[in-house]
């Protein structure tokens, strides 16, 4: 085992949250290798709002495209135009935004591996021995072994890591995603825009989430996500591309995963391992958003990694999640609650779209989304939309 090579931390995933705890873990002086699988791309709409561009320096050559407004398509086809006041939601591909991010690590001083996870131990002196496959030139898998003080596991929903070593790692509440990329057709071709995100709500795209068209400059990407088992994620995307004039577009590319859509419980081993981004269920629910949380999941995981090599207190590795419920949990609390009422059936999805068409539920939508903060600063706006939300809940007001 001396002879294995050391690390202060491995991590295992080089996603969103796996490459911006590399990159800050690099930056601290600490040893670092980042573990990513080959060729591995998740589906993901691409937003990035502005809190995320500034907390992480996200150049605006990585912006694909920038958004200034969103439609909201009812059960009945009503559509709600939700304008950005005075900014812009920024979207990346994720082929190319993950490349850059490891690049950035790499770039840091992380030492990047291309591998498969495959099981962890711990070494008599505390250590953590982290197993993984490695493919050669040929193509043939060899095994490999390294050692680490500390892992971070971001290696996605229903994580390998997370199963074998965090306690309620294995009971992860998922979202089954699919999409397509496919070639944007020309600006003002049928009820396209360029810079605007289109969300649909009926049951015949996601009988419990939704459908999307969310444009990427030359690319758009056209999927559904649905916990329904026995939804075909392919056919309802099939349907969204014929409703929305894209059916014609040529396919690109196409990825389907499973989102996770509730923190984990706990998110650390009490011993080594701490898990960041999918792997520790950081996607917002209701709007499935994950980029932002992901890489702040792996922001505190990095903090708390650091923490624990300068103090070999284990107990720090319990701090990333605290950290994040702190900042987060109500917001994903609020989120569980919509998502479980309004995506219930395409009467309440109807009601949901039409509270939409309120400005005060708009702006303060918005500034929640663009700022990730529930907004406290506009009590009467807040009055308004509560006796608003009561008088479609009791049907006072009809949809």
């Not at 709002?49 to 009812?74: C, G, H, N, Q, Y």
């Not at 939700?82 to 770039?107: K, T």
């Not at 390998?160 to 003002?188: K, L, M, N, W």
Request: positive net charge.
């Amino acid at each position: 085992m001396g002879t294995l090579d050391s690390f202060d931390t491995v991590v295992i995933g080089g996603g969103p949250a796996g490459a911006t705890a590399a990159t800050d873990l690099a930056r601290a002086g600490l040893g670092v290798l980042l573990l990513d699988r080959d060729g591995r791309i998740k589906p993901c709409g691409g937003a990035i709002p502005p809190r995320a561009i500034a907390d992480f320096d996200i150049p605006d050559a990585m912006l694909v495209a920038k958004i200034t407004a969103a439609e909201i398509v009812s059960p009945r086809g009503e559509q709600v135009a939700m304008p950005i006041e005075g900014g812009y939601v920024g979207m990346v591909d994720r082929c190319s935004f993950d490349e850059w991010l490891r690049n950035r690590a790499a770039g840091a001083g992380a030492q990047r591996r291309t591998g498969t996870f495959d099981h962890l131990e711990y070494a008599r002196d505390g250590a953590a021995i982290v197993h993984y496959r490695e493919r050669d030139p040929d193509g043939h898998e060899q095994p490999r072994t390294v050692r680490a003080r500390t892992v971070i596991g971001a290696d996605g929903a229903r994580s390998a890591v997370a199963r074998q070593v965090v306690p309620g790692g294995d009971q992860v509440t998922c979202v089954f995603a699919y999409h397509e990329i496919v070639e944007s057709p020309a600006a003002g071709q049928g009820h396209f825009d360029p810079a605007r995100c289109d969300v649909h709500y009926r049951g015949s795209v996601s009988p419990d989430f939704y459908g999307w068209v969310f444009p990427h400059g030359a690319t758009t990407s056209v999927g559904v996500g649905s916990a329904n088992k026995g939804f075909s994620l392919r056919q309802a995307t099939a349907r969204l591309r014929r409703d929305t004039g894209l059916e014609d577009c040529r396919t690109l590319r196409h990825e389907g995963a499973p989102i996770p859509l509730k923190p984990l419980k706990r998110w650390d081993d009490g011993r080594n391992v701490v898990l960041a981004g999918d792997a520790a269920g950081v996607v917002a629910p209701a709007s499935g958003e994950g980029i932002y949380y992901a890489m702040t999941g792996g922001r505190l995981a990095a903090d708390a990694a650091i923490e624990v090599c300068r103090t070999g207190d284990a107990r720090a590795l319990a701090q990333a999640r605290r950290r994040f419920m702190a900042s987060h949990g109500q917001v994903f609390w609020v989120l569980g609650l919509m998502q479980k009422y309004w995506y219930a059936n395409d009467r309440r999805r109807e009601r949901f779209v039409a509270i939409c068409r309120d400005a005060d539920v708009q702006r303060l939508t918005w500034d929640a989304y663009m700022n990730k903060r529930l907004v406290r600063s506009s009590p009467l706006a807040h009055m308004r939309i509560f006796f608003k939300n009561v008088a479609h809940l009791t049907g006072v007001v009809r949809a």
